[in-house]
């Protein structure tokens, strides 16, 4: 165990070689940074008492590092920082994949899981020290920032699964007159996760709907979740033996999604390899060029792999391959992704939970205690956290809405969420020009057109063409949940670790979704 005096770090920033290393801290922090695993994990400056553990666990592979998720002690995956009383931080990060830091009592601790790596550490201003921090991981991970971001817009927070060609040719007819450079079909084209092939909503096929996209002069984006599988499709049939397994020769989980069980797959098998080349060219042949790749945290899950090299090592080398494959002319967006295994490999990443027509739930955030699900206020939260990646990447914090009906967003929160758009550069929405007003269609063009001078003046405030922004709504978590609602919580958590009762909410969730689109 290497230790560095925090005497060390005081005027200058530093960076060592170690496996493990170590700062005694000269008194005592306010608050701990803890950087969440995965794009939906938790990213966030909290006290410095532990948070409850997520429930239910078997969503645990989407929302935190499983093998992370149980200790005692705070700890964040590759990086950590501490807050003292006068405003300055001490960051510990990790300039590699498969490292993680926490704080023990007095103690900032990095941590590799492969060998001795490089280590960043640095004492001072918050936005300096994460600048420095970003400017060295871009040194050795590459910085992939493309000249200009398009303008998405995105079938899922409109329609969720409840997409068809029909429905969104009539849509493409609508939206024709908004600057949109993207057109990118989410969720709910595909046979099975595990089988990318287009389902009977999808007649004319798959090309068929990137001609018709490209007929309207924009790009064609596709959504799709390569590493993962369910045991219904046809690629877990035909090719059990491609599936991460532990030690003992189970299979690895990968959570449980789509009212299924879901399963990853070892990238680092050769046939593994060539399937997902396979797949990229073939989507690439369709017409599909920006490429939304999702659930992508199953290529580093903890597994017995065909090669025996860390878990975030392999990932990192599957999205290589990714990349290439697809083509450096593709445009790639990764989501559910690990963080700094994709820093240098795709052209943006997704830096938060999926946002949503609420601001937060109450069995989501008092009953389960979860700020990493779906929601708006737990989409900015974790986002504003990651600003510091922007150098290196296009980071994207989810779409915007501007439509009323449907939402039960407050005109103050849907403003929030385009601030935050312009504040990342990157800007999407799902809304329909059906469901819009005449003002609000206005709206959503002079978003989509805008290109306002953003300045950061504090942590969470931000001053966007003129106008004051502040984010201060979202920050805070939620109380833990005490008493009547602890108990009501756990016995929520247990029900949902039960397959049955997550088959039925399924089965409800689908009601719901079935009722939002009758509105069109
Ligand atoms: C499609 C969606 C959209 C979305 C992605 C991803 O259960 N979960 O916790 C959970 C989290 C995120 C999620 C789905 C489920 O959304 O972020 O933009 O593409 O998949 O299914």
Same mark, same amino acid.
């Not at 560095?4 to 306010?30: D, G, T």
């Not at 046979?191 to 007649?203: T, V």
């Given at each position: 165990?290497?230790?560095?005096?925090?005497?060390?770090?005081?005027?200058?920033?530093?960076?060592?070689?170690?496996?493990?290393?170590?700062?005694?801290?000269?008194?005592?922090?306010?608050?701990?940074?803890?950087?969440?695993?995965?794009?939906?994990?938790?990213?966030?400056?909290?006290?410095?008492?532990?948070?409850?553990?997520?429930?239910?666990?078997?969503?645990?592979?989407?929302?935190?590092?499983?093998?992370?998720?149980?200790?005692?002690?705070?700890?964040?995956?590759?990086?950590?920082?501490?807050?003292?009383?006068?405003?300055?931080?001490?960051?510990?990060?990790?300039?590699?994949?498969?490292?993680?830091?926490?704080?023990?009592?007095?103690?900032?601790?990095?941590?590799?899981?492969?060998?001795?790596?490089?280590?960043?550490?640095?004492?001072?201003?918050?936005?300096?020290?994460?600048?420095?921090?970003?400017?060295?991981?871009?040194?050795?991970?590459?910085?992939?920032?493309?000249?200009?971001?398009?303008?998405?817009?995105?079938?899922?927070?409109?329609?969720?699964?409840?997409?068809?060609?029909?429905?969104?040719?009539?849509?493409?007819?609508?939206?024709?007159?908004?600057?949109?450079?993207?057109?990118?079909?989410?969720?709910?084209?595909?046979?099975?996760?595990?089988?990318?092939?287009?389902?009977?909503?999808?007649?004319?096929?798959?090309?068929?709907?990137?001609?018709?996209?490209?007929?309207?002069?924009?790009?064609?984006?596709?959504?799709?979740?390569?590493?993962?599988?369910?045991?219904?499709?046809?690629?877990?049939?035909?090719?059990?033996?491609?599936?991460?397994?532990?030690?003992?020769?189970?299979?690895?989980?990968?959570?449980?999604?789509?009212?299924?069980?879901?399963?990853?797959?070892?990238?680092?098998?050769?046939?593994?390899?060539?399937?997902?080349?396979?797949?990229?060219?073939?989507?690439?042949?369709?017409?599909?060029?920006?490429?939304?790749?999702?659930?992508?945290?199953?290529?580093? *899950?903890?597994? +017995?792999?065909?090669?025996? $090299?860390?878990?975030?090592? %392999? /990932?990192? !080398?599957?999205?290589?391959? =990714?990349?290439?494959?697809?083509?450096?002319?593709?445009?790639?967006?990764?989501?559910?992704?690990?963080?700094?295994?994709?820093?240098?490999?795709?052209?943006?990443?997704?830096?938060?939970?999926?946002?949503?027509?609420?601001?937060?739930?109450?069995?989501?955030?008092?009953?389960?205690?979860?700020?990493?699900?779906?929601?708006?206020?737990?989409?900015?939260?974790?986002?504003?956290?990651? *600003?510091?990646? +922007?150098?290196?990447?296009? $980071?994207?914090?989810?779409? %915007? /809405?501007? !439509?009323?009906?449907?939402? =039960?967003?407050?005109?103050?929160?849907?403003?929030?969420?385009?601030?935050?758009?312009?504040?990342?550069?990157?800007?999407?929405?799902?809304?329909?020009?059906?469901?819009?007003?005449?003002?609000?269609?206005?709206?959503?063009?002079?978003?989509?057109?805008?290109?306002?001078?953003?300045?950061?003046?504090?942590?969470?405030?931000?001053?966007?063409?003129?106008?004051?922004?502040?984010?201060?709504?979202?920050?805070?978590?939620?109380?833990?949940?005490?008493?009547?609602? %602890?108990?009501?919580?756990?016995?929520?958590?247990?029900?949902?670790?039960?397959?049955?009762?997550?088959?039925?909410?399924?089965?409800?969730?689908?009601?719901?979704?079935?009722?939002?689109?009758?509105?069109?």
């Amino acid at each position: 165990m290497t230790k560095i005096p925090f005497s060390e770090v005081l005027e200058k920033s530093k960076i060592v070689k170690a496996k493990e290393l170590q700062i005694e801290l000269p008194s005592q922090p306010v608050r701990y940074y803890r950087h969440g695993w995965q794009s939906w994990s938790l990213a966030a400056w909290t006290d410095t008492s532990p948070i409850p553990i997520p429930k239910p666990a078997i969503f645990h592979p989407l929302q935190v590092d499983v093998e992370q998720v149980y200790k005692k002690y705070l700890n964040g995956s590759w990086l950590g920082a501490v807050e003292f009383s006068d405003g300055n931080i001490l960051l510990l990060g990790a300039l590699a994949t498969d490292a993680n830091v926490s704080l023990v009592q007095d103690q900032l601790t990095g941590q590799s899981d492969a060998d001795e790596i490089e280590w960043f550490i640095a004492y001072g201003q918050e936005n300096v020290v994460f600048e420095e921090y970003a400017e060295q991981l871009g040194r050795r991970l590459g910085k992939t920032k493309k000249n200009g971001v398009p303008r998405v817009w995105c079938s899922w927070y409109s329609l969720y699964q409840a997409i068809n060609e029909t429905l969104l040719d009539k849509i493409f007819n609508e939206i024709d007159d908004l600057p949109f450079d993207v057109l990118q079909i989410d969720d709910g084209w595909q046979m099975d996760i595990g089988d990318w092939e287009a389902n009977q909503k999808f007649p004319s096929g798959m090309k068929a709907l990137a001609d018709r996209i490209k007929s309207t002069g924009r790009r064609a984006g596709l959504w799709l979740a390569p590493l993962i599988a369910t045991k219904s499709s046809r690629l877990f049939h035909e090719h059990p033996n491609w599936f991460l397994q532990k030690e003992d020769g189970r299979l690895v989980s990968a959570g449980f999604n789509w009212g299924e069980r879901l399963y990853a797959l070892d990238t680092t098998h050769p046939d593994v390899t060539s399937w997902l080349v396979a797949l990229m060219k073939r989507i690439r042949g369709w017409g599909f060029d920006y490429l939304k790749l999702d659930f992508l945290y199953g290529g580093a *899950l903890k597994g +017995k792999r065909y090669k025996d $090299i860390p878990r975030e090592a %392999a /990932y990192r !080398e599957c999205l290589q391959t =990714l990349r290439e494959a697809m083509g450096a002319d593709a445009f790639f967006l990764t989501c559910g992704t690990p963080i700094l295994p994709a820093i240098g490999v795709c052209d943006a990443i997704r830096i938060g939970p999926d946002v949503a027509y609420y601001w937060e739930r109450f069995h989501d955030a008092y009953l389960l205690y979860n700020p990493t699900v779906p929601g708006t206020r737990n989409a900015i939260r974790t986002t504003l956290h990651r *600003l510091w990646l +922007k150098p290196l990447l296009h $980071i994207d914090p989810d779409v %915007a /809405y501007f !439509e009323t009906s449907g939402n =039960l967003l407050s005109h103050a929160q849907k403003i929030l969420l385009q601030d935050l758009a312009h504040i990342c550069d990157f800007k999407a929405t799902s809304d329909l020009p059906q469901w819009m007003t005449k003002e609000e269609h206005d709206e959503l063009r002079s978003f989509l057109d805008d290109k306002p001078k953003v300045t950061q003046t504090g942590r969470y405030t931000f001053s966007v063409n003129g106008h004051f922004a502040d984010f201060n709504s979202a920050i805070e978590l939620p109380h833990i949940p005490k008493g009547l609602t %602890a108990l009501g919580g756990r016995l929520l958590g247990w029900l949902g670790n039960r397959y049955i009762i997550l088959r039925m909410y399924k089965i409800l969730d689908l009601g719901k979704l079935r009722k939002r689109r009758a509105i069109l």
